[in-house]
């Protein structure tokens, strides 16, 4: 039966998951399996982007995927101190961040399949279940719940023309919860073929001073764990603060047995960017190929090495101003971190960020000096808001350019209806329901919606733009789509009132009339989106706003602030 000797398919049984294996074994897609051991932060999500942009430079088509062993159904009811942040799909999928560092390295668009949790595994199973899917049997953790894993994994790599699926699995080798998915990859390799699949193991070497010596053993208990579990490692990728000596290679090689060019050092940089780099030096790349006997090219990595050295050698600095309520938490706003550091870099400049906590505003001459550009994020609830406000009318009195993001456009509207138009304590129905100038308020078809959950407006939405606008100048076109994550809008009673004092709605939403970007007639650079455009900036392809943004920001640090050019 093509080839599948390690299944065993009785014809009668002939379903959908056993057919989506067949179809796997004729396309020979392959497998990576990417796991963490000793501890979190070390970077999986990273190191596992850097892998699939090295096979995509090879002209590979990859696909990246994570699993997330909590029980949450997705991370949108998250809190951002918990979680980071939320990252969002074009097809509206609140999603782990880690799928952003996927998106950002090998620049496609992931969807709702490339992120998975424990609850949406159980969740269906349970459907099923409920639905008499199983005819009577018991539902268990083995089959049933390693089962809908599984087929997770193959029905990604039924996706038109992919190559290799690579998965990480979240968390860290060892946790309770992440045994099912552990226990599915294992069988994954019996079913695939094991020459079909790699498993790599990220791990941490801790350098102890007074020994001076890297400290393999937490690596070793590490890998013994996984081997219980049944997985052998092809590779181990050690997070360690500089490169391994060959000893403690040749140790990790012969206890966990990994030959010893698959023990990969994953060394600490700078920028993050760096890492495929690391890992090709090393031969990561080939090893892989050469392992699963794929056919391709070099990786042609040459306008990564170039972003990467303009980057490492910008001399100049560009100090933006982020005025959030996550400030502290930087993994909350990592998109936007990001697409600032993408946007300074294709300017030939470094980037400083002066973190603004917008609860704790004491002078705002003091808190800002310095800074020539201010981003207000994105954001839920009323702590921070009144700070937000406060920081937007600076910016907007003192000429600074400003990029208002999703709550920070909603903040935007908020202060000039106050200080402009006139509409004292105009407010947004978030912050103060009983507010007699709900400017940001819910659409009236929102408003009897009563469940928390699935009440935003998700994912990406269409935009018109105006030609002639700052937001033109900036896109160069006039139909654009970016990704939403919000329940309130600008309030549409308002817009007349906010146009005629000087505030231009520059980008609408053709099917619901719905406002997308905002701008101010008299000032340099002032805008606003509804949307998030963070989470489609890339390091070769910056985000238009962003790039402009961080322009203005450096040419008003010269003292010649202008509009976008586009
Ligand atoms: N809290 C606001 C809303 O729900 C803004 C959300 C955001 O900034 N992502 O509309």
Same mark, same amino acid.
């Given at each position: ?8 398919v009785?014809?009668s049984?002939?379903d ?5 294996i !067949? ?5 020979q ?10 501890l979190?932060?070390? =970077? ?6 850097? !892998? ?5 430079s090879?002209g ?5 995927q ?7 159904v ?18 509206? #999928?609140?999603?782990d ?11 496609v ?10 609850g ?6 349970i ?23 599984k ?5 990604l790599?039924n996706?038109?023309g ?6 990480e ?9 992440g ?6 990859i294992?069988?994954?390799?019996l079913e #695939? ?15 102890i001073?007074?020994a ?5 053993k937490?690596?070793q ?20 603060e ?7 290679k040749e ?11 698959q ?13 495929p ?16 006997k ?21 001399k100049?600095?560009?100090n ?6 996550y ?11 990001? #697409?600032?550091?993408?946007?300074a ?17 004491t002078?705002l ?12 994020p ?16 600076y ?16 903040? #935007? ?15 947004s129905a978030?912050?103060?329901p ?7 308020d ?7 919606l ?8 998700? =994912? ?5 733009i ?5 937001a033109?100048?900036?896109y ?6 970016e990704r939403h994550r919000?329940?309130?809008e600008?309030?549409?009673?308002y ?13 609408i ?5 719905l406002?997308e970007i ?6 340099p ?22 790039f402009?943004f ?8 010269k ?8």
């Amino acid at each position: 039966m093509i080839g599948i000797t390690s299944v065993n398919v009785e014809k009668s049984k002939l379903d959908f998951y056993h057919l989506l294996i !067949i179809i796997n074994h004729v396309k020979q897609v392959k497998f990576i399996f990417v796991t963490g051991g000793v501890l979190s932060s070390l =970077g999986k999500g990273i190191a596992t982007a850097s !892998i699939g942009l090295l096979l995509k430079s090879r002209g590979l088509k990859v696909t990246l995927q994570k699993f997330d062993p909590y029980i949450n159904v997705d991370p949108g009811t998250m809190s951002p101190f918990q979680h980071g942040e939320v990252f969002v799909t074009d097809d509206g #999928a609140e999603t782990d961040l880690d799928l952003g560092h996927y998106e950002r390295f090998i620049d496609v668009s992931l969807s709702q399949d490339n992120n998975l949790t424990a609850g949406q595994i159980y969740n269906a199973v349970i459907e099923k279940e409920r639905r008499g899917d199983y005819l009577g049997k018991t539902v268990q953790v083995v089959p049933h719940i390693t089962d809908e894993i599984k087929e997770r994994v193959w029905r990604l790599a039924n996706r038109d023309g992919v190559d290799v699926v690579i998965t990480e699995i979240g968390g860290t080798v060892g946790d309770i919860e992440g045994l099912p998915f552990l226990e599915a990859i294992r069988q994954f390799g019996l079913e #695939a073929g094991r020459e079909n699949v790699i498993y790599v193991h990220l791990t941490l070497i801790p350098y102890i001073k007074a020994a001076r010596e890297f400290k393999t053993k937490p690596t070793q208990h590490s890998v013994r764990e996984l081997r219980a579990i049944g997985i052998q490692p092809d590779f181990i990728l050690c997070r360690s603060e500089s490169r391994l000596p060959r000893s403690a290679k040749e140790k990790i090689s012969l206890f966990c047995n990994v030959p010893y060019e698959q023990v990969i050092d994953a060394v600490d940089v700078d920028n993050i960017y760096e890492i495929p780099l690391v890992f090709h030096e090393q031969h990561l790349d080939d090893l892989i190929v050469r392992r699963l006997k794929i056919e391709c090219h070099d990786p042609d990595l040459s306008e990564w090495r170039r972003f990467v050295e303009r980057a490492n050698n910008a001399k100049e600095e560009v100090n933006i101003a982020v005025c959030g309520k996550y400030v502290n938490l930087r993994d909350a706003y990592k998109s936007i971190i990001e #697409a600032l550091h993408h946007a300074a870099t294709a300017n030939g400049v470094r980037l400083k960020i002066n973190w603004i906590e917008t609860d704790e505003i004491t002078d705002l001459d003091q808190d800002l000096k310095g800074s020539s550009g201010i981003l207000v994020p994105g954001g839920f609830g009323v702590r921070g808001i009144e700070g937000k406000i406060a920081v937007i009318e600076y910016a907007r009195r003192k000429q600074i350019p400003f990029f208002g993001i999703c709550l920070g456009l909603q903040c #935007a509207v908020i202060e000039f209806a106050r200080h402009v138009c006139g509409l004292e304590d105009a407010n947004s129905a978030e912050f103060d329901p009983e507010t007699r100038y709900p400017v940001i308020d819910f659409m009236p078809e929102q408003r009897d919606l009563k469940r928390y959950g699935g009440t935003m407006r998700l =994912g990406a939405w269409p935009c018109r733009i105006t030609p002639g606008s700052l937001a033109w100048r900036c896109y160069g076109q006039e139909l654009i789509h970016e990704r939403h994550r919000h329940r309130y809008e600008v309030n549409n009673e308002y817009r007349d009132t906010l146009a005629q004092a000087g505030m231009v709605f520059s980008g609408i939403n053709p099917d619901r009339n719905l406002v997308e970007i905002i701008e101010l007639k008299d000032h340099p650079f002032f805008i606003g989106t509804q949307f998030h455009p963070e989470f489609k900036s890339r390091p070769l392809r910056p985000h238009p706003i962003f790039f402009h943004f961080v322009k203005n920001a450096i040419e008003k640090a010269k003292g010649h602030p202008g509009k976008a050019h586009s």
